[in-house]
């Protein structure tokens, strides 16, 4: 599980971290709100700790503009302020649930694990119909993808590949693995059509197609999607 850690406090980055980390998380930080959304919106996190007070862009202002962008991502907001109206405005502009600062840190691992365990896993999330990773946007009920807000228009098989590699993230997929689970045996296209199609789909939807951060080559074995 991948948690975004925005805080500015540098001794509370340390502790939450370690701890996290031992609870076998894996963690980036930000120090700033601003380099906290962007973060969020170019990688795949299942968790952001978002503290409210922060230079550059305060938290409310992140889980609010997370939200318009679409980014569905559980946020559990830290605050040190304790005034009802306070949570109340957090919640309302998209925050999951909250905690006061000072908190006990087995406190926050139950708030993790709570919603972790509310939020569909990314696979039910595309079979109920949408994926989001980076600012890249698929509505598998449509069969559209959007970048940025912008229409992607995507051949069906281009579709289908990306689909597959979306609901069988993480995993390597050989060339001939690829070509039976997309194409089917009839279909009978050469392995070269499935680099075609990764090429297609990485000029489309990564920001350096040369290098790219989602659809990416292991070497020897074929490819496997990250986010």
């Given at each position: ?16 971290t370690d701890r ?11 120090a700033?709100?601003k ?17 409210v ?8 202002d ?8 679409g ?5 559990l907001?830290l605050t040190?302020?304790?005034e ?9 502009l ?12 087995m406190?926050?691992l ?5 919603l ?7 696979t039910?999330?595309?079979i ?9 946007g ?11 807000n912008t ?6 098989m ?19 693995d690829?070509?039976?689970a997309v194409w ?8 070269r059509t499935v ?16 290098h790219?951060q989602?659809?990416?080559?292991v070497?020897g074995?074929?490819?496997k999607f990250?986010a």
């Amino acid at each position: 599980m991948k948690i975004l850690l925005v805080e500015d406090e540098k001794g509370l980055i340390v502790t939450l971290t370690d701890r996290l980390t031992s609870e076998g998380f894996d963690v980036t930080s930000a120090a700033d709100g601003k380099l906290g959304f962007d973060l969020a919106c170019t990688q795949q996190f299942d968790m952001i700790l978002l503290d409210v007070m922060l230079p550059k862009k305060n938290g409310y202002d992140v889980a609010r503009d997370l939200r318009q962008k679409g980014i569905q991502t559980p946020i559990l907001m830290l605050t040190a302020k304790g005034e009802t109206i306070d949570k109340v405005l957090g919640l309302k502009l998209g925050a999951d649930d909250y905690l006061t600062k000072p908190f006990e840190v087995m406190e926050l691992l139950a708030r993790i694990e709570a919603l972790l365990r509310r939020r569909p896993s990314q696979t039910e999330a595309a079979i109920n119909g949408a994926f989001r990773f980076g600012d890249v946007g698929v509505d598998f009920k449509r069969a559209e993808v959007t970048k940025s807000n912008t229409p992607v228009e995507l051949s069906a098989m281009e579709f289908r590949l990306l689909q597959f590699f979306i609901e069988n993230r993480g995993s390597v997929h050989s060339r001939d693995d690829l070509l039976d689970a997309v194409w089917g045996y009839d279909a009978m296209p050469t392995t070269r059509t499935v680099d075609v199609h990764v090429a297609w789909l990485r000029q489309k939807l990564e920001d350096n197609p040369k290098h790219p951060q989602y659809i990416q080559t292991v070497h020897g074995f074929g490819y496997k999607f990250t986010a």
